[in-house]
Structure formats: C-alpha cells, structure tokens
C-alpha cells in the first residue's frame, strides 16, 4: 500500500522550533523528487519546501527562507522539515508530497502530484 504519512506537528510559541517527519511506505522515496506544502483555513495551499531526488538542489519561497530546511533520508524512506524561528502566519496543516519531476512539483498543477500525505497540524500561538 503506497503512503505518505507526516507526524510531529503540534502547538509551539512564537520563536519556537518543530520538526515534521514523513514517512513513505510502499515506494521507493529516493526516486521522487519530494516537498512540503501547507494549507491555513481560507487559503490555498502553498510549498513550503522542495528537494530533488538526485542532486540535493533545494527551493524556498521567501515566506520561510532561512528558517525551514527540508532534508531527506532514503535509506530510511523518510523526509523532514525543521522549522524555526516560527511564527503565527506558519500556522497550517502541513503536508508531504512525492512526485517524479521535480520542475512539475514546483510549477505544475498540484492535483497532478503522485502522493500525499494527509497532513499534520501546525499551530504557533502564545
């Protein structure tokens, strides 16, 4: 059975840091091109975080430059994103994705992504 199933998500202050995990199940994660997207009540959903699956080049849109970090372990099947610095506007419902090409991850339709996971609550308040 293919999955993406996310954890880690939680309640965190302003200021404060959380790391979400993701793992695949019933694939190979190191064929895929991977990313994270986020979705606030009313609002689409956005990327947050994207990596390729060959030479470890990595996209963030400015929102969160310089303060998520996407990173990757295949051996394991697993992909994370550390957050810091968090702020009230992160907070989201966060989801992993896979899909085979990167450039269609970044800019294609996101209904054409090959996997999804069913996300994982992010929310920064004091």
């Known amino acids: 059975q293919v999955q993406l199933v996310e954890s880690g998500g939680g309640l965190v202050q302003p200021g404060g840091s959380l790391k979400l995990s993701c793992a695949a199940s019933?694939?190979?994660?190191?064929?895929?091109?991977i990313a994270w997207f986020r979705q606030a009540p009313g609002k689409e959903r956005e990327g947050v975080a994207y990596?390729?699956?060959?030479?470890?080049?990595?996209y963030y849109p400015d929102s969160v430059k310089g303060r998520f970090t996407i990173s990757r372990d295949d051996a394991k099947n697993m992909m994370y994103l550390q957050m810091n610095n968090l702020k009230p506007e992160d907070t989201a419902t966060y989801y992993c994705?896979?899909?085979?090409?990167?450039?269609?991850?970044?800019?294609?339709?996101?209904?054409?992504?090959?996997?999804w996971g069913k996300g994982t609550l992010v929310t920064v308040s004091s």
């Open positions: 019933g694939f190979t994660l190191g064929d895929y091109a």
């Open positions: 994705a896979a899909h085979y090409s990167y450039y269609q991850l970044r800019t294609g339709d996101i209904n054409d992504v090959n996997y």
């Open positions: 990596t390729t699956s060959s030479d470890g080049a990595k």
